[in-house]
């Protein structure tokens, strides 16, 4: 006896009223990109559950799959039978064997979609309890409440499913629902996880790292790269967009007072995300800012940083402190790439005293007697374009032109 399909609840997608379809073909499409290597399994999204025939592969491998989709409530493999009660029981009796060790206990938990069939949730529970207690003389214990096994019978018009497992998805929104952004991808701890949270909300993301040779090295570079094949696992191909920073960084460090490196330096990455972000039909840029955190994220500096750009700014760490963002990149496995040693180019130039208060007009000021216009729009005119693809090392590049 194999499980033949596996069922996929919605969760939050349940609340989208007349723009559901809208939502469950978004979620059908990030599972077939996922499952796009084993053509065999047959994919089929309906209004509330999106089924998945097996037709042969291996269930195990599917559901590691659909750990990483986002807009998943959660899911279980499942057997179809027809709508007999005694087909219900018989099989509801054989998946219980499958995982029952002497003195485990168990529930039965049924759901009736099809309202005509002829018995109620109530009636089906007893029955295939009474059944199940049958098969094992009674040596077996009923818990209705946090029992070791829970086998659900779901009741359609197509027929019954039946399981005994049901694992926990990602939740969220699918990935692209609500939009594309930029995610400003430093190569540190933080703004992978940004990144991560906001596709978990709908997000499409293109990432924008920053790169300031002799001062950055290659293996930086591709530490960003790296950190981008990452989060392919949840998307499927992500674009990054790698911006040499060299001319900027230096022109700051000679022409602005020290205090206000930092500050200028966020503004001219945000002004450069953002003509990639236009250039690319982008709604919205992500970084990873947590309030207080570091010099830079003062409100104060984040009011200055901002004043460049009238774009929506998403901050999925805003309210986090630094544990609690370790803990999401340990899970989704992208601490220890984060932490190796490699200079970025927020790092290089750092004062020693940066300003945490620093005022706008002062900066604007500072900024006003260089003609920064034209180095930025000869790092935009060099950017360089990489699709990184969920196969890891598999990445193809462009030249990415003509932004200014």
Do not use: W
């Not at 990030?30 to 037709?55: W, Y």
């Not at 499958?98 to 938990?109: P, T």
């Not at 750009?309 to 544990?323: G, V």
Request: hydrophobic share 40%; net charge negative; glycine share 6%.
């Amino acid at each position: 006896m194999e499980y033949d399909r596996i069922l996929v609840r919605y969760g939050e997608l349940s609340t989208k009223g007349n723009n559901r379809k809208v939502f469950v073909r978004r979620l059908a499409s990030s599972v077939h990109q996922l499952l796009k290597d084993v053509p065999e399994v047959k994919i089929n999204a309906e209004r509330d559950r999106l089924f998945i025939t097996l037709n042969g592969a291996d269930h195990q491998l599917i559901m590691e799959r659909l750990h990483l989709v986002f807009g998943i409530q959660s899911y279980s493999p499942v057997i179809k039978v027809e709508q007999d009660i005694e087909q219900i029981k018989e099989m509801a009796v054989a998946l219980l064997q499958r995982h029952y060790k002497e003195g485990q206990s168990f529930k039965v938990r049924t759901k009736r979609a099809d309202k005509e069939f002829p018995f109620d949730t109530n009636d089906v529970n007893l029955m295939v309890g009474d059944a199940i207690m049958d098969a094992y003389n009674d040596d077996i214990a009923v818990r209705m409440k946090n029992p070791d096994i829970e086998i659900t019978v779901e009741i359609r018009k197509e027929g019954v499913y039946i399981s005994s497992e049901t694992v926990m998805g990602q939740g969220g929104m699918p990935v692209s629902s609500a939009g594309k952004a930029m995610l400003m991808l430093s190569g540190g701890i933080d703004s992978p996880v940004a990144g991560y949270l906001a596709m978990r909300r709908g997000v499409e993301i293109e990432a924008v790292h920053f790169y300031s040779p002799p001062y950055t090295s290659e293996r930086a570079k591709q530490k960003a790269i790296d950190l981008t094949q990452k989060l392919t696992r949840y998307t499927g191909d992500i674009k990054i967009h790698l911006v040499p920073f060299t001319k900027i960084q230096e022109t700051i460090k000679q022409r602005i007072p020290e205090g206000y490196i930092m500050t200028s330096t966020r503004r001219f990455m945000m002004r450069i995300t953002d003509e990639i972000r236009c250039q690319n039909d982008g709604l919205a840029i992500v970084n990873g800012e947590s309030l207080g955190q570091v010099a830079s994220q003062t409100m104060m500096s984040m009011l200055a940083i901002n004043d460049v750009t009238s774009t929506p700014i998403l901050r999925p760490l805003i309210t986090m402190d630094k544990n609690d963002i370790i803990k999401i990149a340990e899970e989704i496995d992208t601490f220890e790439l984060s932490i190796q040693p490699f200079e970025d180019c927020c790092t290089i130039f750092t004062p020693k005293q940066p300003k945490t208060q620093p005022r706008l007009d002062k900066v604007e000021r500072f900024e006003s007697k260089v003609d920064f216009d034209t180095l930025m729009a000869e790092a935009i005119a060099n950017v360089e374009t990489i699709t990184v693809s969920i196969e890891a090392n598999s990445a193809t590049s462009e030249e990415f032109e003509g932004l200014l």
